[in-house]
């Protein structure tokens, strides 16, 4: 086997069997959450407030340690503090909900986004220059614009600059959390096909963090649903919300369409077993295993192989 098929047969992400709690929370915000992706490939992490959306940013951009478990990026494990964290970080690209704080105001658009290529890829500035400037324009924001600075650009605008900043350096991965969330949905829509499409040209992996369901079918990746720091559900080929087979899966998707009942999550067992109308004995006692009911579909629920039938 040759170097790079060695190089490609390591994922971009791999999380195996973690356990995580918040850092400002006793309880596990993370529990026993397992996937991967490969270069080029990306996923929605779909799921309401409280779902564990951001402890599982924290614990990929290294921020948080899991208790069990383990986070690789480019097959690097994140070990609190050292060389290793370090060089992980190097291999992520972060966009955050809120762009113009994570931006110097003080700072034009063009050095901000040809700051990283200086210092992470030992990029000379006029060349990082011509590069931030290419890069920006793919993302719209164009030349007359590179001279400003945050407070100057529309919140659209902003996040644009912030991905281009994101992905400037070529990072294997990129994590973008809650991008979408400030921006109207017709500026989110764009800036979400901007962003994975320019990422998927470059074989970068995509963490999508949102709360947007119709993000996950634009995106046309994995799909992975969680509640309670569960992944309740995974969808390796999604498409569309009619997919999806956990009863809460189909709960959140209900929601798109009018109000739907409040339930309260279990920290025993399955989370949804309140609100589930299918929900037994069992569901109270140990979290359901993960099973695989149809190729590249992944459910916990002890009625998996019943709903993938259509029972």
């Known amino acids: 086997m040759g170097h790079n098929e060695r190089a490609e047969s390591i994922p971009a992400v791999r999380v195996d069997q973690v356990w995580a709690r918040h850092p400002d929370g006793d309880v596990f915000a993370l529990r026993d959450l397992s996937f991967r992706l490969e270069p080029g490939e990306s996923v929605a992490v779909v799921g309401e407030s409280g779902a564990g959306k951001s402890t599982l940013v924290a614990a990929l951009a290294g921020f948080i340690g899991p208790e ?20 992980a970080r190097r291999r992520l690209g972060l966009v955050l909900q809120l762009p113009r704080p994570s931006l110097d105001p003080t700072q034009k658009v063009i050095h901000a986004v040809a700051e990283p290529l200086v210092h992470l890829s030992g990029c000379p500035w006029g060349k990082a220059l011509t590069q931030a400037g ?4 793919r993302l719209g924001i164009g030349r007359e614009m590179h001279g400003r600075r945050p407070a100057a650009l529309s919140g659209g605008q902003c996040q644009r600059v912030a991905v281009a900043r994101a992905l400037v350096h070529s990072p294997p991965v990129l994590l973008a959390d809650e991008a979408t969330a400030s921006l109207d949905a017709e500026t989110g829509e764009a800036l979400l096909e901007e962003a994975v499409g320019l990422a998927r040209d470059r074989k970068q992996a995509v963490v999508w963090v949102t709360h947007r369901l119709d993000e996950a079918e634009r995106l046309c990746g994995k ?12 969808v390796e080929a999604f ?9 809460y899966s189909r709960h959140l998707a ?58």
């Open 134 to 137: 290419d890069l920006l324009a």
């Open 239 to 247: 498409r569309t919300w009619n997919q999806v087979l956990h009863p």
């Open 254 to 311: 209900a929601a798109r369409k009018g109000p739907v009942a409040q339930f309260a999550t279990a920290l025993t067992g399955c989370p949804f077993q309140a609100g589930c109308p299918l929900a037994e004995e069992a569901c109270g006692a140990d979290m359901p295993r993960e099973s695989e009911v149809a190729p590249g579909h992944f459910v916990r629920c002890v009625r998996g192989e019943q709903l993938a039938q259509g029972q």
């Open 68 to 87: 069990r478990g383990t986070v690789e990026i480019g097959g690097t494990p994140l070990l609190p503090g050292g060389r290793s964290l370090r060089a």
């Open 223 to 234: 799909t992975m649903v969680l509640l309670a720091g569960v992944a309740v559900e995974r």
